[in-house]
C-alpha cells in the first residue's frame, strides 16, 4: 500500500500586497507531500532538483515519513523556478518567471517499490511525463488523481487531453476550468470535462471554496475565512495533498468520502496561506489539523426547521 507524489520540487519567489521573498522552497509536490504525510505514511516522492536545492528541506520531507528514492538530483544543473506575482484581492496572480532548468530533460523513474502503488497523485508537470509516471506501474491504482494549470494548456494541450483520459479525479481553478471547456458556466464546464475521461472533477475558487462534480452530484466545501491570508501559492497543492492523503488513510474513494477529503483539503489549504512558501505545513500536530476541521464543521453546520416538513 503506498501513495504515489509526483510532481515539481521547486523554488519560487513570490510577490504580494504583503511582501516578496527571494527564492524560497516551493513546487507542487512539495506541497502535496507535506499535507498529504499528516495523513497517510507510506508516500514516494518522484522528482527532479538541481544540486542548488537545499539538504535542509529534503531532510524535512525525510522527517515527515516522505520517501526520495524517486528524487533525482541533477549534477551541475538548477531546479525549476517559478515566480508570481499576486493581485490585490489574491485569488489572482500573473506568472512573472517559469524557468524549467531540470525539468526540461526530466525521466521520471518510478521506484520498483512503488510501481503498485494504490494512490496515485499527479502533481503540477509537464503533462508527458505525468503520463510517463502511470505506463511505469506494473498495476492500476485504486486512484489517479490529476492537478495542472493553464501553463500546460498553453503549451502542451494535446498531450494533457490524452493524459486526462488516463485519469480518474481531476483538479484544476475555475478559470482553468473555463479555458479547457470553453464553456462559462463552470456547471457546463464540469460537464464537458467530465466527458474527457474523469469520474470526478474539482474546481477550485480560492477563497471561495472548491466545487466537487461526478456525472451525476455536485457539492460544496468552503474556504475558511482567515483573518490574514499571507501567500496563496501552493493552496491547490496543499489541498490535493490532503485531500488524496485522507483517501489514501481511509481507503474509501466514494462520493461520500471524497465530500469528507475536500474538507480535509481545504483546511490543509488554510494552513497553507497563512504563512509565506511551506512554513506553515511544517510541524502541524494532529490536534492542529483536527481544530481546523472543526472551524469547517462549525462554518457550515445549521439547522433548519422547513415550514411544510
Ligand atoms: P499552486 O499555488 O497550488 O497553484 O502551486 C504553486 C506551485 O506550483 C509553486 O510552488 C510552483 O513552484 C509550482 N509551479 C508553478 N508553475 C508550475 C508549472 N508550470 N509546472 C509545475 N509546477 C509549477
Not at 265 to 270: L, P
Request: with cysteine; aromatic share 10%; hydrophobic share 45%.
Amino acid at each position: 500500500m503506498s501513495l504515489l507524489v509526483v510532481g515539481t520540487v521547486a523554488f519560487d519567489a513570490i510577490e504580494t500586497p504583503f511582501g516578496k521573498t527571494d527564492k524560497i522552497v516551493g513546487g507542487a509536490a512539495s506541497y502535496i507531500s507535506l499535507a498529504a504525510s499528516y495523513f497517510y505514511k507510506n508516500i514516494q516522492l518522484v522528482s527532479v532538483v538541481g544540486d542548488d536545492f537545499p539538504d535542509t528541506f529534503l531532510n524535512t520531507l525525510k522527517s515527515q515519513g516522505v520517501k526520495l528514492d524517486g528524487l533525482q538530483i541533477k549534477k551541475g544543473e538548477k531546479s525549476f523556478f517559478w515566480s508570481g506575482k499576486y493581485h490585490n484581492d489574491l485569488n489572482s496572480r500573473d506568472t512573472l518567471d517559469t524557468q524549467l532548468n531540470v525539468l526540461e530533460t526530466f525521466d521520471p523513474v518510478v521506484p520498483e517499490t512503488s510501481k503498485n502503488c494504490e494512490f496515485l497523485m499527479l502533481g503540477n508537470l509537464v503533462p508527458a511525463v505525468q503520463q510517463k509516471v502511470i505506463k511505469q506501474l506494473t498495476s492500476r491504482p485504486k486512484l489517479i488523481v490529476l492537478d495542472t494549470m493553464n501553463f500546460w494548456m498553453d503549451i502542451a494541450l494535446d498531450d494533457l487531453k490524452e493524459t486526462i483520459k488516463m485519469i480518474d479525479v481531476l483538479t484544476i481553478n475555475d478559470s482553468e476550468a473555463r479555458q479547457l471547456s470553453g464553456e462559462y458556466s463552470l456547471v457546463k464546464a464540469a460537464q464537458k470535462i467530465l466527458a474527457m475521461g474523469p469520474t470526478t472533477l474539482v474546481i477550485k475558487k480560492g477563497e471561495h471554496g472548491a466545487l466537487l462534480f461526478n456525472k451525476d452530484e455536485v457539492f460544496f466545501a468552503p474556504a475558511l475565512p482567515l483573518e490574514e491570508v499571507f501567500d496563496p501559492t501552493g493552496a491547490g497543492d496543499s489541498f490535493a495533498g490532503g485531500f488524496i492523503g485522507y483517501l489514501a488513510k481511509t481507503q474509501d474513494i466514494s462520493f461520500e468520502n471524497m465530500k469528507r477529503a475536500i474538507i480535509f483539503g481545504s483546511a490543509m489549504a488554510s494552513f497553507t496561506v497563512q504563512k509565506f512558501g511551506t512554513e506553515r505545513l511544517i510541524g502541524l500536530s494532529d490536534a492542529d489539523v483536527e481544530a481546523r476541521v472543526q472551524e469547517f464543521v462549525n462554518l457550515v453546520q445549521f439547522d433548519i426547521a422547513l415550514v411544510n416538513n
